[in-house]
């Protein structure tokens, strides 16, 4: 137990990581203005020497993980162990450096978030400005957002901020802003969700009736596996069809007829179709994102996404 | 209150559901507002998680870190140091939104070519976690170790050892079964060679049995997964019908 | 060096096919017009933008609900391409994102696009559309847009997942043209059934090296090629050399000790104890074989202790 | 020249989507309203994860990755129902945790709360939060977090605090549910709830570090079926069927011969293995409720590939004759 207690005070790097405390907070700002310093200098260079900056940021992310991936690692951590050797050590700060390095693609990503719903308000704003057609339902847009803003955050504050007891987390002890949250959130997003995805049913059926005709015999092979899946998945079937063969056989276990079950069947088609067949699919795939991956990390593409 | 608000809160999911379904009819004036209704929440929910969900976990509150202080003997415990270093990111993430500006619209590729850039490491990282065990698995051995019997027989009744040799053998029918793995997966993989020209008796019929055979897998795709679909089509139904239903009963119908 | 983790061969392997990957672009430097198999689905492209001129409705294109990744951005690539022609035509094109820095991207992109061929002027920044990062709210928007504006050429390409059938019957129901591609192989099917023209799997990476002829893009293309038939040999090699292995009497058998508390898995040889079993020799087992030697190493239990000095507690957590 | 009448398959041929929709609509609502038992034969892939999940070790913690939000409510609410009944019923602690999506934890939260309910008015035990089970929460970044979570599960999950029975705000790790976990192998299994991608990151991060476990919807799982098949996973539920099944096995058992029958209703490959019925409890739940209107629909779906493609052939013939 106390190794344990140990374990779960973190370790840091005095440098890096600070202790929380009102000076951290200088260090941070002083971490952004290095940031924006950086920004105003980038906005300086020359136009030639551009992409080579733009590869470099690239190069050096994805050289992290393929170093992590290369380099050997450390078997047998115990919570207080100081690396044995050099590898050790590089393996150690892999391993500690991984969390983190992970965060960064997430919180830019996130930070670029905005300019999405910058776009989409522009547009509506746009056309409510110039009564542009069906100018109306964007005022209905606009609202909503507004109100989804302002009560999802009234409804974060009061939750994170002014209730220490978690009083807010049983329904009983909501307030009006709480309901109001679980109203727009609860009662109309989440179930929108479920209708747009449940309406899915209705195209496969349409799809199914319009689509899944005898033409060629690609067309017909889909089909009929489709539906021998299809027929397998009714238990009801399923089982009926068992009793048939149970009476062919009489419920003799080891008969050979028991393979033509239909589970048993749909499952052959899975293990020995299916499955290979999509799994040399996907190695396709994976060597083409492996080969994209290369290519985006050593810059070798030109035009495109690439600069 | 509860329950009044827990069937206006049901009441009202109906109706929105009933308004996205009226585009299975036509495009309607009524589908167009539960549209831009359903967007605008969705903007806002996503600002709100923005910070809620995201930021603060991911970013500020791993810059700040955390303490806790002792409300008796008043000694504040660091629970996790602050990387003040995060800051950093900032001004990075901020250069996404140069895109818009005519001058410096390039720097928005900074961000993205570091995203870009995580992401094309991992690839050498993962592939063979992904892919090692299902290259070993596609080795089966197709030679049967016994020809005792065609398949395996059934062995509940007999004693452990001669479960336990049954168990270990490779029957013929698994043998067939085993072969067609093979050369389906063979096939499939030949479907997919681009830069040379497939010619001959063999690249050609192993092409175009690579595509039924894939064909053969999508149709067994589509077959379980649609009943995914009609699930999900099931449960709102019952939503409507069954849970609305009560509810509406338990409000109204004295219960 | 210590690869306890894996074991060392899949680190040659992996290697392996990079080198494939890379060596294979450096010989492609400098080529033209190499050979790629055709692809029905980029033939079309050409004809559903001359129809969308035609009927002067807009080309709309979605490169799924993925985050910003290779797949993407490989999609917005190909959707670079087809600008390019729409471009020339003075089609309206509609580029539906739903994730922020895709949307970032493919706003820089196509404004490019649209700088090189000459025609900045008809490049409209609201051609390029953030819906929302939430996947049924942007099925809604998309859908709904479709249905509004008519789209006579529809792209569906990248990652997409439940909300695919919505957008391919929508975009049916008003008469469009569909290519579609999904690298999410579960959602290929019901393209396949709804959509005109499908990319199937790796069809989507070959994509931009079939429509731009880059060599540096069909070099890896023929990377992608070697790495395949390696695979393809492994296969082939796996399943002799099981098949004859699983067929021979055993000596030892494998035992994996699973790891516990305060060690790691490892591994031990068992000697068999009585080579006969009811009359027949005791064969290998899946486990007892070299190739899973090989796939699962073989780890003694001397490998996994490892000597270390421990740390001050203090050291441990400064300040706690 | 006059054009020929449309014969009754060219109507059906053109017929309107609407039709269909309706016809839907109408037969599912409709099916809901019957209760029946319908038996089956298991999925191998189930009786794995059942068996799996009846045989681990009960002192051990098992995590559970709840992935899933209402939007599959249909499928996998009944999938983490039956888990939670399982789990309770063997009294075994778990930790709950999310990584697709912000709301998975508090769709989970519910639905756990409703089998703590269920589970009161049944008069049987009610789990304690930090004594017999936690809450993680969400974590943002799944790739990133799997991974950390395989790398070191004590740095990844370290800083997060829970409310113990006394109400005191303290480090997960000193609760009884993971003080036994030094690595993420310390637990018996993972198991992961998912309607979305989220199964490919678990096993590209987590396989050979933890037994993993997939209860997943119908989409997903021909994309685990590889997985399963690669033996990557120890078994998994595939959709409704799966989640039918499961509470089929937790009604009548597996390998588990009633007195005067020879054969038990589940038979599993591996006859040393005997699990009786679970005799506390709900068994059948939504699986149960929902298998029916799923044969209607099932049923409907086949009904409308064959009418198409009679019809098109019938029309096809009228057209030469004319």
């Known amino acids: 137990m106390i190794e344990l207690i140990a374990q779960a005070a973190p370790e840091f790097n005095p440098f890096w990581g600070t202790e929380p405390s009102p000076e951290a907070i200088w260090k941070i700002f002083a971490a952004i203005a290095v940031g924006i310093v950086f920004m105003f200098l980038l906005m300086r260079v020359p136009t030639r020497s551009r992409r080579s900056i733009v590869m470099t940021f690239t190069f050096l992310s994805g050289a992290f993980y393929v170093v992590y991936y290369l380099w050997p690692e450390p078997i047998n951590r115990g919570p207080n162990d100081a690396p044995s050797g050099f590898v050790d050590a590089g393996g150690f700060f892999l391993q500690d450096a991984l969390p983190k390095v992970a965060d960064i693609a997430n919180v830019l990503t996130y930070l670029l978030l905005c300019l999405g719903i910058y776009s989409l308000t522009r547009i509506h704003l746009g056309r409510v400005v110039k009564k542009q057609k069906d100018w109306s339902f964007s005022v209905v847009l606009l609202i909503a957002m507004v109100a989804m803003i302002a009560v999802g955050y009234w409804d974060y504050i009061l939750k994170e901020f002014n209730d220490p007891d978690k009083l807010l987390t049983k329904a009983e002890n909501w307030g009006g802003v709480n309901y109001a949250y679980d109203m727009l959130f609860d009662g109309l997003i989440q179930q929108m969700d479920a209708a747009m995805f449940s309406m899915i049913a209705f195209f496969i059926l349409s799809a199914a009736y319009r689509a899944f005709r005898i033409r060629s015999i690609e067309a017909t092979v889909m089909m009929a596996s489709a539906i021998l899946l299809m027929v397998s998945l009714m238990g009801a079937v399923d089982y009926q069809w068992s009793e048939i063969i149970k009476g062919w056989t009489n419920d003799q276990p080891g008969n050979f007829l028991n393979n033509f079950n239909l589970s048993e069947v749909a499952g052959w088609v899975k293990n020995n179709l299916q499955i290979p067949s999509i799994r040399a699919l996907e190695f396709g795939v994976g060597l083409g994102a492996l080969a994209m991956g290369l290519r985006i990390w050593l810059g070798l593409e030109r035009g495109g996404v690439s600069v | 209150m509860n329950e009044t608000f827990f069937w206006w809160k049901l009441t009202i999911g109906v109706i929105a559901t009933i308004g996205l379904y009226s585009v299975l009819y036509r495009e309607t004036k009524l589908y167009r507002f539960f549209e831009h209704l359903f967007l605008g929440l969705a903007a806002g929910f996503t600002l709100v998680a923005l910070w809620k969900e995201t930021l603060k976990p991911l970013w500020w509150d791993k810059m700040t870190g955390s303490a806790t202080i002792d409300p008796i003997t008043n000694v504040s415990t660091m629970d996790a140091p602050g990387y003040w270093v995060y800051g950093f990111l900032l001004p990075i993430g901020l250069m996404g939104y140069l895109v818009f500006t005519k001058r410096h619209n390039w720097m928005s590729r900074i961000p993205i070519g570091v995203i870009l850039g995580f992401w094309s490491g991992q690839q050498v990282q993962i592939w063979w976690n992904r892919w090692g065990a299902q290259i070993y698995s596609s080795m089966q051995p197709v030679w049967p170790t016994t020809t005792d019997s065609f398949t395996r027989p059934y062995s509940a009744d007999l004693p452990a050892p001669e479960q336990a040799y049954i168990a270990a053998q490779l029957y013929p029918s698994q043998a067939i079964s085993n072969l067609i793995f093979v050369i389906t997966i063979l096939a499939a993989l030949s479907y997919f060679f681009f830069s040379f020209d497939m010619k001959g008796r063999l690249l050609k019929g192993s092409n175009t049995l690579g595509r039924w055979l894939l064909m053969i897998g999508f149709g067994a795709i589509f077959g379980s997964t649609v009943m995914a679909r009609f699930v999900l089509e099931i449960d709102r139904m019952s939503y409507i019908f069954v849970e609305w239903m009560d509810q509406t009963g338990k409000m109204f119908g004295g219960g | ?320 | 020249m006059s054009k020929p009448e449309k014969s009754f398959w060219e109507k059906a041929q053109a017929i309107d989507r609407r039709v269909l929709y309706a016809v839907l609509i109408v037969c599912t609502a409709i099916s809901l309203f019957f209760k029946t038992e319908i038996p089956v034969n298991p999925d191998d892939s189930s009786k794995d994860l059942y068996v799996s999940l009846m045989t681990i070790d009960p002192n051990k913690t098992v995590l559970i990755e709840s992935d899933w939000t209402n939007s599959t409510r249909g499928e996998s609410a009944g999938h983490f129902e039956a888990l939670m009944r399982i789990l309770m019923n063997r009294n075994i602690k778990f930790v709950l945790y999310s990584i697709a999506d912000p709301q998975a934890p508090q769709v989970a939260r519910d639905a756990l709360l409703r089998i703590q309910e269920e589970r009161k008015a049944q008069g049987l035990k009610v789990y304690e939060p930090w004594v017999d089970y936690l809450d993680l929460g969400y974590f943002p970044n799944a790739e990133g977090h799997l991974q950390a979570v395989g790398n070191n599960i004590r740095t990844a999950w370290g800083g997060r605090k829970e409310r113990d029975e006394a109400g005191v705000e303290r480090d997960v790790f000193t609760s009884p549910v993971l003080s036994g976990v030094r690595v993420v192998g310390d637990a018996s299994l993972l198991i992961v709830c998912s309607a979305s991608a989220t199964i490919d990151i678990a096993v590209e991060r987590l396989y050979g570090k933890v037994p993993l476990g997939f209860m997943v919807t119908g989409v997903m799982g021909p994309n685990a079926l590889p997985y399963y098949q690669a033996r990557q996973i120890v078994g998994m539920g595939v959709g409704l069927k799966g989640v039918y099944d499961v509470e089929y096995m937790m009604t009548y058992g597996v390998n588990y011969r009633v007195e005067g029958t020879n054969k038990p209703k589940v038979s599993y490959r591996e006859e040393s293995v005997t699990i009786p019925p679970v005799t506390e409890g709900t068994t059948f739940d939504r699986g149960a409720r929902y298998f029916l209107p799923l044969h209607v629909a099932l049923a409907l779906m086949i009904l409308a590939i064959i009418l198409g493609n009679v019809a098109m052939f019938a029309s096809r013939k009228k057209r030469v004759v004319a």
């Open chain 3, 1 to 320: 060096m210590q690869y306890l983790d894996t074991g060392k061969w899949h680190v040659i392997f992996t290697l392996l096919l990079v080198f494939f990957i890379l060596f294979n672009i450096w010989r492609a430097k400098g080529k033209k017009d190499m050979f790629v198999r055709r692809i029905p689905g980029l033939n079309a492209i050409d004809d559903a933008i001359g129809r969308a001129t035609e009927m002067g409705r807009p080309v709309l294109m979605v490169p799924g609900l993925g985050d910003l990744n290779a797949i993407s951005a490989q999609a917005i690539n190909i959707f670079a391409q087809v600008t390019k022609t729409a471009a020339q035509f003075g089609t309206p094109i509609r580029l539906c994102c739903a994730n922020a820095a895709v949307f970032t991207l493919a706003q820089e992109t196509i404004r490019d696009v649209y700088q090189q061929q000459g025609q900045i002027e008809r490049y409209d920044v609201d051609s390029v559309r953030f819906v929302s990062d939430r996947q049924f709210a942007f099925a809604a928007g998309v859908s709904g847009m479709i249905h509004r504006e008519k789209c006579a050429a529809t792209f569906f390409l990248g990652e997409f997942f439940a909300e695919s059938l919505i957008f391919a019957e929508t975009a049916n129901a008003v008469g469009a043209i569909q290519v579609a591609g999904s690298t999410q192989t579960v959602q290929t099917p019901f393209f396949i059934a709804a959509c005109d023209y499908v990319l199937i799997g790796d069809e989507f990476y070959a994509a931009s090296a079939y429509l731009t002829r880059e060599p540096v893009l069909v070099g890896s293309l023929v990377g992608q090629d070697w790495s395949k038939i390696v695979v393809a040999g492994l296969i082939i090699l796996g399943f002799v050399t099981n098949s004859v292995e699983r067929s021979q009497p055993a000596t030892q058998k494998r035992v994996d000790v699973d790891a516990t508390a305060d060690t790691e898995a490892y591994t031990t040889w068992e000697d068999v104890s009585e080579p006969w079993e009811n009359g027949k020799p005791v064969l290998k087992r899946r486990q007892d074989t070299w190739l899973f030697k090989q796939f699962n190493p073989f780890i003694e239990q001397e490998d996994v202790i490892v000597e270390r000095e421990q740390r001050q507690p203090a050291e441990a957590g400064e300040g706690s």
